[in-house]
Every structure is written in structure tokens, then in C-alpha cells.
């Protein structure tokens, strides 16, 4: 069903469990800023920690030009980003991850300037360059080698295959087309299956050097435990998701060359040292790259037992 919705920039900012009060103030002030209309759109997606909870809503209540939902269930990553759009009044989204740092005083102008009124722009994402706080190791150097890649001349080159949504802008008619697929549960690859989706439709996709800084950044058991999410939801939606992800890739090579055996019986010998080394100070980032195949092909084997 067509709708009709004024000019203007939606901010779109989903939360969990975080305090982006900071951010927040620092997009509704480069917002005023702007010469077209804008809004800030804030929906809590059942955060546990209620202090955290109640401070971003006080915060996001204080400004005008803001809206704050609260959800009282948790939705998932993919719907609560629908939910958010489906509650937007302009007809251009721009999508941020609440775990975000502004590091430009013209963020939301420079993606302005890039936007030609069709299709995506990325602008990227960065870590600090110093890791917050000790236990973080595995996904702070994981980042931080991710991150040598992330310049917009190292996206372009895959343009869809490196879309993120920590950070987009997109035509609202075009995300009401395409939307994020509800029916990923838990964490990871609705963001692979959203960028397969931009390049089924041959949507234009610009990458910019715009970057937030990624603060969020998790203790080495969290990151492993939302790893295994994420193999779980590659598993499970590995038919819509195809040739989108790297890792089922190399695991169908292996296939092909009857090497899944070998993967499993290295994984099975080496488990305990592999998890004391990746929640140790000093990760092995081949070795989490293993460890991923390793748990992956365990997947793929015990469906295969069961039969």
C-alpha cells in the first residue's frame, strides 16, 4: 500500500541495553543544523537493564524534533529496524546503530551532500584506536584488521557484499520494498541477506567516507557466544542466503573436496585450546577463522547424523 510522506530526513536509531545519550544529542544538534526537515526516531527494543533504559528515554524525551518508542517485548534486530521505519514521516531514512560515536561535526551534512534522492549511501564505520578495556581482545583485533578494508575505495569494489547497516541512508519508499527479513531470529546475516536483496533489485549503492566510530564492542565470551548466533542463523537461512556469505563458501569448497572430515576431527582434538585461546588475552585471529568453519561444518554433520 502507497503512502505519502513529506521531504525530509528520518534518524532512525534502534537501542538495546545501551547509553546513547550522547549520541543522540549529537545528531539532533547536526540535525537542526540541516536545511530540510528533520526528526530523530528512537525505539527501545526491551532493554534489560532498566537505568540504561530510563536515561535514553529521558534524554531522547528532552529534545524536540525527537519521538521515542518503547517496546515491551524484544523484537530482534531485523524488526525492530522496520518498526522504526514504519513510524518514520520523511522520505529519507537514515539508519544508526545505537552503539555509535560521532567523530565529524558535519556527519549528517556530508551524507546529505552524497544523496542523490535514489537508492543507498554507506558510510562506514571505524574502532578506536586504543581497545576500551582489557577481556575485549578477540573482537578488537577482529575489527581492527576488519577495518584496513573499510575505506569507501575498498567497498566500492564489492558494494553490496560490503553493505552494513550500522550506518545507511536510503530512500524510504525503496526500504518499504525491501526491508529487513524477520524471519533471521537472534543476531547476524540480516544484514548479508538486506544487501542481497539491494543487489537483486540493482539499487544504486554508493559507499562514502563517513564514518561513526563503533563503540560497542563486547567482552571475548559475549563476542564468541554471538558468533555461534550467527552460525546458527547461517545454518539455518543458508538456502536465502546462498553465495553471500564467505564462510559458507569455503565450508562447500571443503565439501567438494571431502576435507569436512578433517575440519571436524581437527575441530573435535582442538576445541578446549581453541576456546582458551580465543577468550584469552591474546587471540588467534586464523584460528577463530577455524573455529568458525569448525562449528559451521559441526552443523552441517550432526543434520546429517539425525537423518
Not at 577495518?147 to 518499504?176: E, H, N, V
Not at 554508493?206 to 542463523?233: M, Y
Not at 536465502?240 to 564462510?247: E, K, M, R, V, Y
Not at 559441526?298 to 539425525?306: R, Y
Request: hydrophobic share 40%; net charge positive.
Amino acid at each position: 500500500m502507497s503512502e505519502s510522506v513529506a521531504k525530509g530526513l528520518s534518524v532512525l536509531v534502534p537501542v538495546f541495553n545501551w547509553d546513547c545519550s550522547a549520541l543522540l544529542e549529537g545528531l539532533h544538534a547536526q540535525g537542526r543544523a540541516l536545511t530540510t526537515d528533520f526528526e530523530l526516531v528512537v525505539a527501545d527494543d526491551c532493554s534489560t537493564d532498566l537505568t540504561l533504559r530510563d536515561k535514553v528515554a529521558g534524554t531522547a524525551e528532552s529534545l524536540d524534533s525527537c519521538r521515542y518508542f518503547g517496546s515491551d517485548r524484544n523484537m530482534g534486530r531485523a524488526a525492530i529496524r522496520n518498526f522504526l521505519a514504519d513510524r518514520s514521516r520523511y522520505d529519507t531514512l537514515l539508519f544508526i546503530d545505537c552503539d555509535a560515536m560521532i567523530c565529524s561535526p558535519t556527519f549528517l551534512k556530508d551524507y546529505m551532500d552524497a544523496w542523490t534522492g535514489t537508492g543507498v549511501v554507506c558510510g562506514g564505520l571505524k574502532h578506536p584506536d586504543i581497545m576500551p578495556a582489557t577481556g575485549m581482545e578477540l573482537r578488537y583485533r577482529y575489527e581492527k584488521k576488519a577495518d584496513r578494508r573499510r575505506a569507501a575505495r575498498y567497498r566500492r569494489l564489492a558494494p553490496y557484499d560490503r553493505f552494513t547497516p550500522f550506518s545507511f541512508l536510503i530512500g524510504r519508499s525503496l526500504f518499504m520494498r525491501i526491508r529487513f527479513d524477520e524471519s533471521f531470529a537472534g543476531y547476524g546475516y540480516e544484514d548479508v541477506k538486506f544487501g542481497m536483496d539491494l543487489s537483486g533489485m540493482k539499487a544504486d549503492m554508493l559507499h562514502i567516507d563517513n564514518p561513526l566510530v563503533h563503540i560497542g564492542l563486547e567482552d571475548n565470551r559475549t563476542f564468541l557466544q554471538k558468533t555461534e548466533s550467527a552460525i546458527l542463523n547461517l545454518y539455518s537461512r543458508r538456502d536465502s542466503i546462498g553465495d553471500g556469505s564467505h564462510l559458507l563458501n569455503t565450508f562447500r569448497r571443503l565439501e567438494r573436496l571431502h576435507l569436512v572430515p578433517a575440519v571436524l576431527l581437527a575441530g573435535r582434538l582442538m576445541s578446549s585450546s581453541m576456546t582458551a585461546n580465543l577468550l584469552g588475552r591474546r587471540p588467534s585471529l586464523r584460528l577463530f577463522s577455524f573455529y568458525k568453519l569448525y562449528r559451521l561444518s559441526l552443523l552441517f554433520s550432526m543434520a546429517t547424523e539425525a537423518v
